[in-house]
């Protein structure tokens, strides 16, 4: 799947394992509950181990595990949900995750530009159309008045 | 006032360049209504009954005469000839086509204006006292610390898909003219025992369908930390605030439900880590002080006499003044309110050639500055006693000097049915009524200070609910019908008003007022007993016996 990573079009292989569902082989997201529940035994994943959270997940609870992640996935069940963008502020800034931040779900290409300020760096989208409407606005604009963001 | 720097100027035309590309690709159907719907409330427009309406944002209310020709020549070339002043001191036009709105954004930006944020679930405009800097009652000039404020919001990417909308005033006046205790947050500029001058926060007032008075979450914080204080509470309510019902999304409900204790203990432990982050530098309010510096004042303005003798000759003269003009910190100077609440006109419009006549008297007599009100009408703020009356006579002549400040006609109305989707009922009309049954200046005058708020539906733009008197339009069965309420307040005392009764017909509004009207004037202790205080002294009873006596 393309996706958008740091504003270029590259190749995803990342798969999500649903709850209860086999781990596959490579790179997976799991929910942040069978995160919590298995980390020891997706720690040990021959893969690259991520986190799916929710719009309602408590991002504090991952302060412990940012340097095991090199995932975490943002999903908006709705454009109108502004809570990822707070989560993602929230990973950035007080959990210090130096990982990647993906956008996924139902949100808008338009507000690709806002989600890169608080520091999502990934973008998967629904479509080759709005991947390319969502890499053109990471430019809309060149300058911004809150010093605390990205 | 605030001039734009380079920044500034290019973050509003890359905004324009957004919203054209954006408005493109909805009309060749590439944006969803949904989608769009979000995209383009956050620049200002709504779908009204008619057309589209463009809100114009009117920072704490501070506008410039290149500012009022815009608009003048915007309603001119793209509206009917007319802009609404809005009770957040925001600029509306009711006629716009969509396609050509990124234009008028054009325009707007080439007089360092925009719409911004002035819908849609995000942080608002910043509103401001319309007598900041020159009334007599302040402890300092807010708008240095209005302008921080809204640069702050403007753009900010965490908050823009809030539950709910959210809205900030600030007042630095023992008379709070700027409703702080009804916007989801309200700044007070504060002294603390050590002398230093700080913010005292409230949070969670709000009008609409479940008004409530905000609540003090803190008492004293200095002004480097305002920043990251708002920021912890905005962070605290994305997080938080209710998105189930539209109806219940607003920080007031999180307040109310979840109790000030918890949201505070939220709030100051996000605020403990990211305020060292977040200081304001001292350079930052130097430098934003220095952009609102007072103009250079006549000294020798307290020594004319021409201003006394005219006062004592002219009777229509004296009580325009006594009505329409406000205390001004400067010896031999008056701010002037400019009333855009003319009888026969709908409360709070102004014309195109009254906007280009008001941005000349503006240059000729008050440094080139208007600000607009709350109330709807519009302030010259530096005027000197001695051109007063040239002044009153030039307004008089554009119809802009019905002496009514403050007034039973001075009334707050919001376009209701004649144009929002959303009203239930007819405002502007019957607002007609009422003035023409109350058309005895001399008794307006009598009555003195009453506050009548006209809502045309439960959203409450017209903030009916903190009305003296509250009038709400509601819909029974495909009728319109009229909700009173009495002893409401968005002042320092602020109130929601009771209910005076069951719901009135169309017909039986203006009857209604008038009764209210003459029970006031039977019930007041003296003629120093203002209605509020009235009806605050002997309660709704007496009001109601003679409102619903025939019934």
């Known amino acids: 799947m393309q996706i958008i990573k740091d504003k270029q079009l590259v190749e995803s292989n990342w798969t999500y394992v649903a709850d ?40 504090n609870v991952l302060a412990e595990d940012v340097d095991s992640l090199t995932l975490v996935e943002l999903n908006f069940p709705a454009f109108t949900d502004g809570r990822g963008f707070s989560h993602a502020r929230l990973l950035r800034d007080e959990l210090n995750y130096q990982g990647e931040i993906r956008a996924i779900g139902s949100y808008m290409p338009d507000q690709a530009f806002y989600l890169s300020r608080v520091g999502v760096n990934a973008f998967a989208m629904k479509n080759a159309d709005e991947l390319a409407v969502a890499l053109s606005t990471l430019d809309d604009f060149s300058v911004k008045y809150q010093a605390s963001t990205l | 006032m605030y001039q734009y720097n380079d920044n500034d100027q290019t973050l509003i035309n890359e905004r324009v360049t957004q919203f054209r590309g954006q408005t493109e690709r909805y009309l060749k159907g590439e944006i969803g209504e949904d989608e769009f719907r979000a995209l383009r409330l956050m620049n200002g427009i709504y779908i009204q009954t008619h057309a589209p309406m463009l809100r114009i944002a009117g920072p704490y209310g501070l506008l410039s005469s290149p500012q009022l020709r815009k608009l003048a020549s915007i309603a001119r070339d793209y509206d009917k000839g007319y802009a609404h002043i809005t009770t957040r001191q925001n600029i509306q036009f009711n006629w716009p086509k969509l396609e050509q709105i990124p234009d008028i954004l054009e325009e707007l930006a080439s007089v360092q204006m925009h719409a911004i944020q002035t819908s849609g679930n995000c942080l608002r405009n910043t509103t401001a006292d319309h007598l ?39 007042s630095s006046s023992k008379q709070d003219r700027a409703a702080t205790q009804l916007h989801d947050i309200g700044v007070h500029l ?43 509470i905005l962070r605290v309510y994305n997080l938080n605030g209710r998105r189930d019902n539209k109806y219940r999304a607003r920080i007031k409900i999180l307040v109310r439900e979840e109790g000030i204790d918890k949201i ?59 009505h329409n003009t406000a205390e001004h910190r400067v010896a031999g100077y008056k701010a002037v309110f400019v009333s855009l609440k003319a009888p026969d006109c709908p409360p709070g419009d102004i014309t195109d050639s009254q906007l280009d006549a008001v941005a000349d008297l503006a240059d000729e007599y008050s440094f080139g500055e208007v600000r607009s009100t709350h109330r709807q009408n519009l302030v010259l703020a530096d005027i000197q006693e001695a051109k007063l009356y040239e002044l009153w006579q030039k307004l008089d002549a554009l119809k802009l000097a019905t002496p009514n400040i403050g007034t039973v006609t001075d009334i707050i109305c919001c376009p209701g049915l004649d144009f929002c989707s959303l009203a239930n009922a007819g405002s502007i009309d019957v607002t007609r009524e009422i003035n023409n049954t109350l058309d005895d200046m001399d008794y307006i005058h009598d009555l003195g200070d009453i506050k009548v708020n006209f809502s045309g539906c439960m959203n409450g733009c017209a903030h009916q609910s903190v009305g003296h008197i509250g009038i709400l339009g509601v819909d ?58 009235t009806v605050n002294r002997v309660g709704i009873s007496p009001f109601k016996e003679k409102v619903y006596a025939n019934h």
């Open chain 1, 20 to 59: 209860g569902d086999a781990l596959n082989e490579g790179d997976i997201t799991v929910s942040l509950a069978r995160w919590n529940e298995e980390k020891s035994a997706l720690q040990a994943h021959q893969g690259k181990v991520g986190v799916r959270l929710e719009s309602d997940a408590d991002v």
């Open chain 2, 264 to 322: 505070r203990d939220l709030v100051e432990a996000e605020w403990l880590r990211i305020k060292d982050g977040m200081e304001v530098p001292a350079e930052t309010f130097e430098n934003m002080i220095a952009q609102f510096a007072a103009p250079t004042y006549d000294e020798s303005a307290a020594n004319d006499t021409s201003f006394a003798e005219k006062l004592a000759d002219d009777v229509a003269f004296s009580k325009w003044v006594k």
């Open chain 2, 190 to 232: 504060v002294k603390n025992d050590a002398g230093e001058i700080g913010f005292r926060i409230l949070v969670g007032g709000g009008l609409g369908r479940t008004p409530i008075i905000g609540t003090e979450i803190r008492p004293f914080l200095e002004k480097k930390h305002i920043l990251s204080y708002l920021e912890a």
């Open chain 2, 132 to 170: 900041a800097g020159v009334c007599t009652d302040e402890l300092e000039d807010p708008r240095p610390y209005c302008e921080i404020i809204r640069q702050w919001t403007i753009l900010h990417p965490e908050f823009a898909y809030l539950p709910r909308k959210f809205k900030i005033a600030v």
């Open chain 2, 476 to 533: 029974k069965k495909g009728v319109e019908w009229y909700q009173l309420t009495l002893g409401g307040s968005s002042e320092n005392e602020a109130a929601i008003g009771q209910r005076l009764g069951r719901a009135i017909a169309k017909n039986e509004v203006p009857k209604a007022i008038t009764d209210i009207l003459e029970v006031y004037v039977a019930q007041r202790d003296s003629e120093e007993e203002t209605f509020l205080a």
